[in-house]
């Protein structure tokens, strides 16, 4: 983590909440790879009132975690990094069966005062163990080694909860009475556990479960409505993904698919109503984990998935749900920069563990790199990122070479409405949709650490929906390089820093657009501290009769590629207008066709049409006027068609006298 970086930032700490204190954070925990971010997100419920809830999010996708799912977690690292530099509130560890831990959760335990009520002194004075302050300052969590009866247990009432596994702590690290050091709970911790939830708590920890109270007058959201990712619509649907929900055995487990997905949609906001009915709709696959539990009988099922599976989520989610309002305004605690995750790996390991090269463009263009695409203004080269650009996203092969496809996010440094006519005029000619691509609305100052902050947000926004970046463009460096100086290296430095944060925190390749030297068309414009930070860099120039040619100048780790040769290909896009893609140089070589707009088309029909009316390849200029005058077209935009199909070279016009007569030199054209 570099501490030039973290200097820049300030997390997001909404007024009145602790932030966490990251150096003081017991080193047993941070060894465990059971780390989320969380953010406070407001929730109305119905009646009008407002509660802050503690979302957790995957420190290294910037989705929503389940407490359920590994994938979803990270190392202390990860959750350092993505507190301090995307603005999470603050940083939580997961409980688990695999852990030694146990978590002990005490609401609103101190009065006016600032002392703690009865059983919360008890739980400090017993435990001896690791305690610090919930978020809001009115709470305390304490963490120690044990085993509990069962897997935990809440008393919403009197603000009490132990767990040891299925649930996430906020972690403050704001130390209470010097109690930083995590210890076992011994006999203490089962016998706070027994004083306190007696009878009442179970082995399951399950929470009591009435009827299930229906609301007739519930909004019912279908699963196309319901706001989840398409991943767990589609695993839904059709059970695509079902192995990544296992159970004891190591076996793919509908039940344990099922919680999580109640867990995603309850979080998403979802009533009751429309979960269950949705979970219970035998169009979908894993309605049948409820279904065959009850005979096929929907109603039935709607009652046992409640029972056993939803009811528990909705307790749970209670759980997670604090009141943090009419909190007192604490002032903001600055923190050092944490820099961790230092060491040596020796050599033998690291040529054990080589893996071949991933292609994000087979030969040309690698995964999770940075490449530069440079060449003199007009040669195309915008043109080339936007058609690899197309082509990642919808997966089509690039000049014949294969793709990996995924998201593409396109910074744009100007021409936005000619960026629209060229996807356009891309999805028709590849006869395509476009696919996932997303582009800017403005240009990007991408020196400025807020701008680039500012991005990975937006991109990070869409990764729900839309899945992992596989490719960002800046088109061009200048429009985006924020007015500093591009021949300064320390300007160049701070530009390649800041790209290197955008491939690391997304994962993803970065393709930057950029020009020529002024003296030296041979190199890409601007400081050398550019091209030594860069992992490949192609070179776009023109050549004879219209071809362009991309000459790989660097490969950081394969050979230097063969140069591909290319052209542009005009296309008609109608009333909005023409542009161009790019294709192979020996595509449409001979194409006699010449770009026309669509009233020059339709006047070269009337013209081919009357001549062959009239027998020959002649036509007098004044009966061309007057057809085109029959279908509304004035003779000035027939004077113009006419001059723009000479220039073509598609007609000869002689003049004799004040007669026009107009010779068409290609019959096969029409």
Avoid at 219 to 244: A, F, N, Q, T
Avoid at 274 to 303: C, H, M
Avoid at 562 to 586: F, I, N, Q, W, Y
Wanted: proline letters at 5%; aromatic letters at 8%; one cysteine or more.
């Amino acid at each position: 983590m570099s501490s030039a970086s973290t200097e820049q930032i300030a997390p997001h700490m909404p007024p009145g909440l602790i932030p966490p204190n990251l150096e003081t954070v017991p080193e047993e925990l941070q060894q465990y790879p059971q780390w989320v971010v969380w953010k406070a997100v407001e929730k109305k419920k119905r009646d009008g009132t407002v509660k802050v809830t503690k979302i957790p999010h995957n420190p290294k996708t910037g989705r929503k975690a389940s407490t359920g799912n590994p994938e979803h977690w990270g190392t202390f690292d990860d959750a350092c990094e993505a507190y301090l530099m995307d603005g999470y509130t603050g940083v939580g560890f997961v409980f688990t069966a695999d852990d030694p831990f146990v978590g002990v959760d005490l609401d609103n335990c101190f009065d006016e005062s600032g002392n703690l009520r009865d059983d919360a002194r008890r739980a400090v004075d017993e435990l001896q163990s690791f305690t610090e302050k919930s978020p809001s300052g009115r709470g305390l969590h304490i963490i120690c080694k044990g085993e509990l009866p069962g897997d935990g247990h809440c008393d919403n009432k009197a603000g009490r909860e132990m767990y040891q596994k299925g649930r996430f702590f906020t972690i403050t690290a704001d130390v209470v009475e010097g109690l930083g050091t995590v210890k076992a709970g011994g006999a203490a911790l089962k016998a706070l556990y027994s004083d306190w939830f007696g009878q009442s708590a179970s082995n399951d920890a399950s929470h009591t479960v009435g009827d299930l109270d229906w609301d007739p007058e519930a909004p019912l959201v279908s699963l196309d409505d319901i706001p989840i990712g398409e991943s767990w619509k589609v695993l839904v649907r059709d059970g695509e993904g079902l192995d990544k929900f296992t159970d004891s055995a190591g076996r793919a487990d509908r039940s344990t698919a099922l919680l999580a997905v109640c867990e995603e949609m309850v979080s998403a906001g979802v009533n009751k109503e429309s979960i269950l009915a949705v979970l219970t709709d035998k169009e979908y696959f894993l309605a049948s984990a409820a279904l065959d539990r009850r005979g096929g009988n929907p109603e039935s099922a709607k009652q046992w998935l409640w029972k056993y599976t939803l009811a528990k989520v909705l307790a749970d989610w209670q759980e997670v749900v604090n009141l943090f309002d009419e909190l007192p305004q604490l002032e903001r605690k600055e923190r050092v920069p944490v820099r961790r995750g230092f060491s040596f790996i020796s050599g033998a390991e690291l040529i054990a563990n080589i893996t071949p090269v991933q292609w994000l463009v087979e030969r040309y263009i690698e995964a999770n790199a940075m490449v530069i695409l440079f060449g003199e203004p007009g040669v195309g080269k915008s043109f080339i990122a936007l058609d690899v650009a197309c082509c990642i996203a919808t997966g089509e092969a690039w000049q014949g070479f294969p793709v990996k496809q995924g998201p593409v996010f396109y910074i744009a440094g100007e021409g936005h409405a000619g960026i629209g006519r060229r996807l356009g005029a891309w999805c028709r000619y590849r006869g395509v949709e476009l696919g996932s691509i997303h582009v800017s609305t403005t240009a990007a100052p991408l020196t400025e650490w807020e701008a680039v902050k500012q991005v990975m947000r937006g991109i990070k926004a869409k990764v729900e929906q839309h899945g992992v970046p596989a490719l960002i463009v800046v088109d061009t460096l200048a429009r985006n390089f924020g007015g500093l100086d591009e021949n300064s290296n320390k300007d160049m430095g701070l530009f390649v820093q800041h790209m290197d944060r955008l491939k690391y925190e997304l994962q993803t390749t970065v393709l930057i657009v950029h020009h020529t030297g002024q003296g030296n068309k041979d190199r890409a414009r601007g400081a050398s501290a550019l091209k030594g930070a860069v992992d490949i860099e192609h070179r776009v120039e023109a050549k004879a009769g219209g071809t362009i040619a991309l000459q790989a100048t660097k490969m950081k780790d394969a050979e230097l590629p063969e140069p591909v040769l290319m052209r542009l290909h005009s296309m008609d896009l109608g009333e909005t207008g023409s542009s161009a893609v790019v294709v192979k140089a020996d595509e449409f070589v001979d194409d006699p066709e010449p770009p026309m707009s669509k009233q020059q088309k339709e006047i070269w029909e009337i013209l081919v049409q009357a001549m062959d009316d009239a027998g020959g390849d002649f036509l007098d200029n004044k009966a061309l006027v007057e057809r085109c005058g029959s279908q509304g077209i004035s003779a000035a935009r027939v004077s113009e068609a006419r001059k723009h199909f000479e220039v073509q070279d598609l007609v000869t016009v002689v003049k004799e006298g004040k007669e026009i007569k107009i010779h068409r030199k290609d019959p096969i054209l029409s």
